[in-house]
């Protein structure tokens, strides 16, 4: 899916979130969740409860993961989408087939 966003979430705001369709415990936390505040089924993929990196597509799917270094994930995610924009940019301009970001990770 394509990236539209990418954010830290504290987790003060992760307390509103309950397991639907989860595992939770030692192995950590995945699976659909419920988010009782904004009234949404997020995924989570978590080794702990804490560090959360919220990731959004362009169709407004939340996913949250457990990043320790979470700037760093956030910064690579960014620059790996202007590398893709500049590829895009430059085979539209030479007439070749437009690479999308959904095909550049496939």
């Not at 989860?22 to 988010?35: E, I, L, M, P, R």
């Not at 959360?52 to 994930?73: G, K, M, N, Q």
Request: charged share 25%.
């Amino acid at each position: 899916a394509d990236i539209a966003s990418v954010k830290v979430v504290g987790k003060r705001d992760m307390r509103w979130v309950i397991p639907m369709f989860a595992a939770t415990g030692f192995f950590g936390y995945y699976g659909k969740f419920f988010d009782i505040k904004e009234f949404d089924i997020i995924s989570i993929y978590a080794s702990e409860w804490n560090n959360f990196v919220e990731i959004t597509d362009i169709y407004d799917s939340r996913t949250y993961i457990s990043c320790r270094e979470a700037d760093e994930l956030i910064a690579a995610i960014a620059e790996a989408q202007r590398a893709i924009a500049h590829q895009i940019e430059q085979d539209s301009k030479s007439g070749k087939e437009s690479l999308t970001m959904h095909s550049y990770w496939e």
